[in-house]
C-alpha cells in the first residue's frame, strides 16, 4: 500500500510518468420494443424485456498527473489481451516515455508472463523493459485512481443500455475525448501519513 502511496506523490515527469491501469466488464442489451421517445413531464422510457447481446470487457489506462485517460473495448479479458493493451500503453498512450510506473492490481493476467505468452521474447521484453509494475495490496484496488475513472464513466456513460461492441466503443471514445480535452484529474489526497492513522490495525504490531 506504502509503495502504491509514494508513487503517487512523485512530482510529473513526462519521461517518467505514473499510469493507472484496471479493468471491467460490460453486458451488451438490446432492446425488443422500440423506446418512447422523451416528452413534456416524461423521460424517455423502455421496455422492461431486452435481449442479452453477450459481454465486453474495457481496460483502461489513466496518467492522474497529465489528466488523460484512454478505453480499450475488447471481446475478453485474457493474458494475451491485456499484454496487447499493455504494448499500445508502452507505443502509443506514453510513446515518448523512457519507463512508465503503471498501478494495477494483482490479478492473475498482470505478469511479465502474460507478455510472453503473446509476443516473440524480444519484443515482450522490448515492451518489459519499459515498464515497472507497482501493485496495490489485496482487498485494496481502491488505491488504483483507474478504479475511480471507471466508477466515472460507469455513471456518465455505461448506465444505460448498449446493444453491441461498436456502439459501446463509440460512447467510450466520446466520454474520453471530452475529459482528455479538460483534463480532468481525480483529487486524491490519501497518504502514506493518513494510512497509518487510519489503518493502524492493518500495520503488524511491534513487541518489545
Not at 413531464?41 to 453477450?54: A, H, I, L, M
Not at 470487457?57 to 478505453?71: S, V
Not at 488504483?144 to 459501446?168: G, T
Request: aromatic share 12%.
Amino acid at each position: 500500500m506504502e509503495d502504491v502511496l509514494d508513487v503517487y506523490t512523485l512530482p510529473y515527469d513526462p519521461l517518467y510518468p505514473t499510469v493507472c491501469m484496471d479493468e471491467t466488464s460490460k453486458q451488451l442489451v438490446g432492446e425488443t420494443r422500440q423506446p418512447l421517445p422523451v416528452e413534456p413531464g416524461q423521460p424517455q422510457r423502455y421496455d422492461y424485456e431486452y435481449e442479452r447481446n453477450g459481454v465486453c470487457n474495457l481496460f483502461i489506462c489513466y496518467e492522474p498527473l497529465k489528466g488523460q485517460r484512454h478505453i480499450e473495448v475488447t471481446d475478453r479479458r485474457t493474458k494475451k489481451d491485456w499484454a496487447y493493451f499493455m504494448r499500445y500503453v508502452v507505443d502509443v498512450f506514453c510513446a515518448d516515455a523512457v519507463r512508465i510506473r503503471v498501478v494495477m492490481d494483482n490479478l492473475n493476467t498482470h505478469t511479465s508472463a502474460s507478455l510472453y505468452e503473446a509476443f516473440e521474447p524480444a519484443e515482450a521484453k522490448r515492451i518489459l523493459d519499459r515498464l515497472e509494475f507497482h501493485y496495490t495490496p489485496k482487498h485494496g484496488s481502491w488505491l488504483n485512481m483507474a478504479e475511480i475513472e471507471l466508477s466515472v464513466v460507469s455513471r456518465q456513460c455505461l448506465d444505460q443500455r448498449i446493444p453491441h461492441k461498436q456502439r459501446l466503443q463509440q460512447e467510450v471514445a466520446a466520454w474520453e475525448a471530452f475529459g482528455n480535452a479538460k483534463g480532468t484529474k481525480v483529487d486524491w489526497r490519501f497518504t502514506t501519513e493518513d494510512a497509518r492513522i487510519k489503518l493502524k490495525r492493518l500495520y503488524p504490531s511491534i513487541l518489545n
